[in-house]
């Protein structure tokens, strides 16, 4: 699904005007519609509604929502905050029709004090979307933080006021949703890691825009939807051998860190790869051999630390390094002469990457087709910092081009940068991830894919969603507290089962 900015949401509802053709006041009807109908479902009989409308089409939008949920029986108020201009056509437009109404309104200017919300009404944000042009500041400032303060549940329409579709909105005043019911098309605001605790729940409403204009419109940014990864999953030959499958070499592990090591081997094997060697320091042979009999071991020749590269590096088509094996200049060097002599495509997490932030010279080693999967700090560890998660994946994707690798920056909605400067974002998974190891069960199931002979940019995409495919059928299970890296490998398989055709 295609992720448009701001621009190419106005001009996608001007094409669906002129093309249907269709009014704009209608299509606004049709959109409000869409909204009162959630609005309806979701909140029972007994529920109220206060309003709140700037005077742009946003606010149109919540005058005809005001309109549709009175014409249901149910009670709704409207604030309009007043600007210093003349409202929007469709805005004025709904205000006749909601005056014809008899809906009551009242009128917001600068200081004013603003009026009760009762209590158990759903606050219905209608103030700003995408025409929203600078920071909220004044009387638009202290209402959106009044609200945020009340204990109501929000919804915003469209976007949270204050939010901007394509830039960063980090420190200023933003209406703090608890869901956001946006149309047509997510927008690139609505997915990035700084802005989830504005956003809440985002649910996308049809509104029926042209269909033309969505498929011949180019877009940076996709979501990564079951139907994308369905259509880069590879189903398996029956007739095939484990020699189809590939052999990963995987380097993990150190005193106390065997742990990471074992989860990333299983899901390395979870994960589809036909052999896994792994190579560990030699604490931690009898622990990987015990615990996962199907792995390979090749032993360090170091007993707490990964110092020296095993002989033969030909056997292996893809290596992961990084889960536990922590940062020592042995293990540094061990992470060059692995870079310089393996001719695949590796998967780089936690502290190789964390080393590689440490030595510049060593990123130059990585060989094309590779994946890099760093969260916020270890990407700003590698890359630089950031003031904000649009600059982050600008440089992810500058990053992925320069290295011709895949830069995935784990979040909310993981992005996946491809070196052919589409970026990705992930639609699966959920807060109980939130721990210890759900990294290296990524890291092993990458390796897996990478091993199968996947591209970066296809693994990423199966890896990623699998993954938080994974915990979402765990947590049906568990709950978000008590759900273990280990629960998202043991669901490995139910998650590959939703992506057979
Ligand atoms: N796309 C679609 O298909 C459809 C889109 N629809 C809806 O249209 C919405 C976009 O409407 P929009 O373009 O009228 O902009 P909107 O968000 O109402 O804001 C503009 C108003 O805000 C004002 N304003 C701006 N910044 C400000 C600030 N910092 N502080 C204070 N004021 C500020 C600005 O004033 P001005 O800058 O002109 O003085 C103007 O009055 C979109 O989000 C969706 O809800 C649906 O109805 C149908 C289908
Ligand atoms: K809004």
């Known amino acids: 699904m295609k992720i ?27 959109a409000a519609g869409r909204c009162a109908d959630w609005l309806l479902a979701h909140f029972g009989q007994e529920t109220g509604f206060m309003v709140f409308c700037g005077m742009g089409n946003n606010g149109g939008d919540g005058l005809a929502i005001a309109r549709m949920l009175l014409a249901a029986g149910r009670r709704a108020g409207v604030v309009i905050l007043e600007s210093r201009r003349q409202g ?33 009404a759903v606050v219905v944000d209608a103030l700003f979307g995408t025409g929203l042009n600078t920071p909220l500041s004044g009387h638009a ?6 609200l945020n303060g009340l204990p109501n549940t929000r919804v915003a329409i469209d976007l949270p006021s204050g939010l901007f579709a ?45 269909p033309a204009f969505e498929s011949a419109t180019e877009t940076r940014f996709q979501l990564a939807t079951a139907t994308l990864v369905k259509s880069r999953f590879r189903p398996r030959n029956r007739f095939a051998h484990k020699g189809n499958f590939g052999h990963a070499y995987l380097a993990a592990g150190s005193l106390g860190k065997m742990g990471a090591a074992l989860m990333a081997a299983t899901a390395c094997l979870r994960g589809g790869a036909g052999l896994l060697s792994c190579h560990v320091p030699r604490c931690g042979v009898g ?44 293990t540094a060097a061990m992470l060059r002469s692995c870079l310089a002599k393996f001719q695949v495509p590796f998967v780089l997490d936690a502290d190789a990457l964390n080393l590689l932030a440490k030595d510049e010279s060593l990123m130059s080693l990585l060989p094309a087709g590779s994946i890099l999967t760093p969260h916020p700090k270890e990407f700003d560890r590698l890359f630089g910092a950031h003031d904000s998660d649009f600059d982050r994946i ?44 759900s990294g290296d069960v990524l890291t092993g199931l990458l390796t897996a894919l990478l091993a199968q002979g996947y591209g970066a940019e ?22 978000y507290e008590s759900l273990l890296p280990g629960d998202l490998v043991a669901r490995l398989g139910a998650a590959f089962r939703q992506l057979y055709p």
């Open 287 to 330: 622990i990987l051999q015990t615990a996962l009999p199907e792995a390979m071991a090749l032993p360090d020749p170091d007993e707490t630390r990964l110092t020296t590269l095993p002989g033969e590096t030909s056997r292996y088509n893809c290596a992961g390094i990084g889960p536990g094996i922590g940062t020592s200049t042995q």
């Open 141 to 146: 400032a202290r209402l959106v933080e009044h």
């Open 458 to 479: 296809d693994a990423a995409l199966v890896g990623v969603w699998l993954h938080g495919k994974a915990g979402d059928l765990a947590v049906e299970r568990q709950s």
């Open 394 to 437: 600008e440089t992810a994707l500058a990053a992925a081009e320069r290295l011709q690798s895949v830069v995935l920056l784990k979040g909310h909605h993981t992005f996946i940068a491809s070196p052919t400067g589409s970026g990705y974002f992930n639609t699966t998974g959920n807060a109980g991830m939130a721990k210890g190891g």
């Open 166 to 210: 394509d830039r960063s909105a980090v420190g200023n005043p933003v209406l703090l949703a608890t869901h956001t019911l946006t149309f047509a098309a997510p927008k690139l605001g609505l997915l990035l890691q700084e802005n989830a605790p504005f956003t809440g729940e985002v649910h996308i409403l049809d509104i029926g825009l042209s």
């Open 88 to 120: 929007s056509p469709d805005f004025l437009e709904n205000l006749k029709r909601l005056q014809a109404a008899s809906g009551a309104i009242f009128l917001l200017a600068a200081g004013d004090a603003i009026p009760d919300v009762p209590a158990g």
């Open 4 to 30: 448009f900015s701001a621009e190419q949401m106005r001009a996608w509802d001007a094409y669906t005007i002129r093309h249907e053709p269709v009014l704009s006041i209608d299509l606004m009807e049709r």
